[in-house]
């Protein structure tokens, strides 16, 4: 999976832009006229002025994918608080249409730490399993980015949800049916250099490969 994003500039690059207020206010701009898909997750409940919305295929000329954005804004102070960008990948081998999260980002000030807890996990299981049953990880992934996906494999175990690690290049899918499992395949997934970039963690609503 996931090629660990260990270079501080290339993390910088990333990330960091979205905490200048000018460039987060641009973000906010473009995304404010986005669907709002607050009421879409289910238990989602926002504190006043805070909209949770979806925008499609803005980014087309530089993701070449079906892709979308997700975002929390507050309309009072005209912030993004909270930022998601999303391609759809069709794979063959599984025969499913699962989504990558390619960008997950949210803001550091403490005005919006309370409306930002947990919310990450709730898009994640609320809304992307429910609507397109198959998540697969990002082959870029930040030390966060590794811990987040790790939290979801076990959530998606106490789910009953299916869970695997897979090769893109050898199409193997091994299975992950226990906590333990998560643990021994953390080494396959992240750890070795030659191979990371072709490993992915998935979490599926449904049994793999589709029939």
């Known amino acids: 999976m996931p090629k660990r994003l260990l270079d501080p500039e290339k993390v ?3 990330f960091a832009h979205l905490n200048e207020s000018s460039d987060n206010h641009a973000l906010y701009s473009s995304l404010v006229e986005g669907t709002d898909i607050t009421n879409q997750i289910k238990g989602l409940v926002l504190s006043p002025g805070y909209r949770m919305v979806r925008v499609d295929g803005r ?7 079906s892709h979308f954005e997700l975002a929390l804004i507050n309309d009072v102070s005209k912030e993004v608080a909270y930022y998601n960008r999303v391609v759809i990948q ?3 081998v ?9 960008l997950v980002w949210r803001i550091r000030t403490p005005q919006h ?6 919310l990450a996990g709730k898009v994640f299981f609320d809304y992307l399993i429910e609507r397109y049953n198959v998540i697969v990880s ?3 992934q930040t030390t ?5 996906w790790q939290d979801r494999m076990y959530d998606a175990l106490a789910y009953n949800m299916h869970v695997y690690a897979y090769d893109m290049i050898s199409c193997e899918l091994r299975k992950i049916l226990t906590q333990g499992d998560v643990s021994r395949q953390e080494i396959w997934l992240w750890g070795d250099p030659e191979h990371h970039q072709n490993r992915l963690a998935i979490i599926s609503k449904n049994e793999l ?3």
């Open 144 to 148: 966060d980015g590794m811990a987040f």
């Open 90 to 92: 069709p794979d063959v």
């Open 94 to 102: 599984l025969n499913c249409r699962p989504v990558t999260q390619i």
């Open 12 to 14: 910088n690059e990333v």
């Open 59 to 65: 980014l087309g000329e530089w993701i070449s994918q």
């Open 138 to 140: 990002d082959m870029n």
């Open 113 to 118: 730490r309370a409306v930002l807890r947990d």
């Open 209 to 211: 490969p589709l029939q």
